[in-house]
């Protein structure tokens, strides 16, 4: 680094208030005890002088300059999982007494509690995620003195970003698919050809593979035969969000309950997770416009495109989104609708996948802790200890009834809905679409 460089990048410091009372206490003492005559009043500053004077000598001594290296602030990780912890780092000339002050930014915790710590040149602060989305760390104020407090100077920081994406929950859920539509993959498809499970045992026929020929049927029954298989398939996972609302619970409730959005976010991000680990392909369509349309791919960096658009989501309290409409999918794709189910324009576009020949799954992302229907029984709401009188719990509880409605429909329809309570949320509608798919069917005349 050249000499211009480093003034550009040094802090100057300037002597403390307490030198500077120090420095003029002694010397006041030490002229009235000469004007007066009386050596005793100098005891009256003189440990002052002393340290003001020791402070100056140990500056010049030393070969201090007067100004030390501008603080530089570093975070070791610009992208965390919700949980996960970041350190920021602040960092000066050794042997320079640093404190460095940070706001506590919501929906984390900052390790020291208070988000203060000093150290000798370098400080380090903890931060951990509560929940995804965006956090920002600062604007953060450093204060730099010497060993003896005589001489200081601050600087506020510019404040730093750090992402939380989502957790990296794993779906208690088998992988199987009622219709897979790829080429190669892990899924059984109800076709024959190359793969690896057995579908029967037959004679062999001109074309057929030769590494297939099954010797000990071939030697007992004297006809050659040969093993035939179901082929291998992997299918589209089209994962569609509704971020028209973020529906939250009430103020006086639990502050660490998740919204309509936290539980769409983490759904999502689990559910592509599943099916990417499998070798699928997986897209992500947002109707509230929020996340923003993401392609089908597979494979780690697919993973991390869609966990990285998930977690760049803001949150707008009570914002109102216009809803997208998906204009056509695929035949076969399995379709997974993670909505809470309060938008008309949410339950239009379900009912247009379903025409489109979608294997469609709806995931209930509404809070459980949102319309408990218990206060429809007479039982009272209080906050702090005392009778409410808002109608807020009644109005929810109303509108939840009337979405078990939609709900009702939707099942006769033949539309499968789970509420989202976490890894094993999908397991039983999996299951059950998988049975479907290989019960036998009545052959039509």
Not at 371 to 398: C, H, Q, Y
Request: charged share 20%; with cysteine; glycine share 8%.
């Amino acid at each position: 680094m050249n000499s211009g460089d480093s003034r550009q990048n040094e802090l100057r410091t300037r002597p403390t208030a307490a030198l500077v009372r120090a420095a003029i206490i002694g010397g006041v003492s030490l002229a009235l005890a000469l004007v007066l005559g009386r050596p005793d009043v100098i005891l009256v500053g003189l440990p002052l002088l002393v340290w003001a004077l020791v402070a100056l000598a140990r500056r010049t001594l030393r070969g201090e300059e007067r100004a030390v290296v501008d603080p530089q602030q570093r975070v070791n990780r610009r992208s965390i999982e919700e949980g996960g912890t970041a350190a920021v780092t602040v960092r000066t000339d050794p042997g320079v007494l640093t404190a460095a002050t940070l706001p506590m930014p919501p929906h984390a915790d900052v390790a020291p509690r208070h988000g203060a710590l000093a150290g000798d040149g370098e400080v380090q602060l903890r931060i951990s995620a509560q929940r995804w989305g965006k956090i920002r760390v600062g604007p953060m104020h450093v204060l730099v003195a010497d060993a003896l407090g005589a001489y200081r100077a601050q600087r506020t920081l510019a404040p730093a970003e750090v992402q939380v994406v989502p957790a990296s929950t794993v779906l208690d859920a088998p992988v199987e698919v009622p219709t897979p539509i790829g080429v190669s993959g892990v899924h059984l498809s109800r076709r024959r050809g190359d793969g690896t499970a057995l579908s029967e045992v037959r004679a062999f026929r001109p074309g057929d593979r030769l590494h297939r020929i099954n010797w000990r049927v071939t030697s007992r029954t004297g006809q050659l035969h040969t093993n035939a298989t179901f082929t291998e398939q992997d299918t589209e996972v089209l994962i569609v969000t509704d971020t028209i609302a973020d529906i939250a619970p009430a103020p006086w409730s639990d502050a660490e309950a998740p919204t309509s959005l936290d539980m769409t976010i983490r759904a999502t991000s689990a559910i592509a997770r599943h099916y990417l680990a499998a070798g699928d392909r997986v897209a992500v369509f947002d109707i509230g416009h929020l996340i923003g349309p993401v392609p089908a791919g597979s494979g780690p960096r697919q993973l991390r495109v869609l966990t990285t658009a998930l977690s760049r989501a803001s949150r707008d309290a009570g914002a109102l989104r216009p809803a997208r409409r998906l204009r056509s999918v695929r035949s076969g794709t399995l379709t997974v609708v993670c909505t809470p189910l309060l938008s008309r324009d949410t339950i239009a576009q379900i009912g247009v996948l379903v025409s489109h020949g979608a294997d469609v799954i709806v995931v209930d992302t509404l809070p459980p802790s949102i319309g408990d229907t218990s206060v429809l029984n007479g039982k009272p709401l209080r906050i702090d200890g005392k009778v409410s009188d808002r109608f807020w719990p009644e109005a929810w509880a109303m509108r939840r009834l009337l979405r078990e409605k939609t709900v009702r429909e939707l099942r006769e329809a033949g539309v499968p809905v789970t509420a989202w309570e976490g890894p094993s949320s999908l397991a039983p509608v999996l299951l059950s679409l998988s049975a479907a798919r290989t019960a036998p069917r009545m052959r039509r005349s």
